[in-house]
């Protein structure tokens, strides 16, 4: 039992020494990040997968175990020090997964979750990595709106540019920089 705890402890614990402060904070972040990903992985795996029919169960169960083996080598990375790379491939990740999402689910209702890759872009990298985020985020939606037309996709895939616009607009209004009167 004691063994099982000291394996558990040294997957869940970061390993790589980081010397600046900020570097670890940023990676004690990112770590927390990863593992909140893996743990609703396993939650939906474990509590949502039951009640889908028998042919969807194996298709999900795949994305889900190719979620948890990207989250791995993001932790993978920032226990050997790149950060960097560990940030990109995760931000990379969450956009991937939300296009997909959109793509194969077909509903507007899952255009919010394009959200978590841009904020998840401006928290971990800077104002540059949402920006880039949000021209892919517009970019995706425009391709699904003219693939939408071709009928190559569903027609309950396609946003109204307005919307898009919109959601683009308040986004980066709300992520303009905060500008402290006492300093």
Not at 11 to 23: C, L, S, W
Not at 29 to 47: D, E, F, T, Y
Not at 51 to 68: A, E, K, R, Y
Not at 123 to 150: H, K, P, Q, Y
């Amino acid at each position: 039992m004691k063994r099982l705890l000291t394996a558990l402890r040294t997957v869940t614990q970061m390993r790589y020494p980081y010397t600046d402060p900020f570097e670890m904070q940023h990676a004690q972040s990112l770590w927390r990040m990863v593992w909140g990903v893996i743990a609703i992985c396993l939650v939906v795996a474990l509590v949502y997968i039951p009640f889908f029919s028998p042919g969807l169960v194996g298709g999900i169960g795949v994305v889900l175990g190719l979620v948890i083996i990207g989250m791995a080598v993001v932790l993978v990375l920032i226990n050997s020090g790149n950060m960097l790379s560990a940030t990109i491939l995760f931000i990379m990740e969450l956009f991937v997964g939300t296009t997909f999402s959109y793509l194969l689910v077909g509903s507007q209702v899952n255009l919010i979750a394009f959200s978590i890759p841009i904020i998840a872009a401006g928290v971990l990298i800077n104002r540059r990595g949402m920006i880039v985020m949000l021209l892919l985020t517009f970019l995706v939606l425009v391709v699904a709106g003219v693939l939408s037309e071709i009928h190559a996709l569903p027609t309950a895939v396609v946003a109204s540019p307005t919307a898009v616009i919109f959601s683009g607009v308040l986004t980066a209004c709300l992520a303009a920089p905060q500008h402290d009167p006492d300093a």
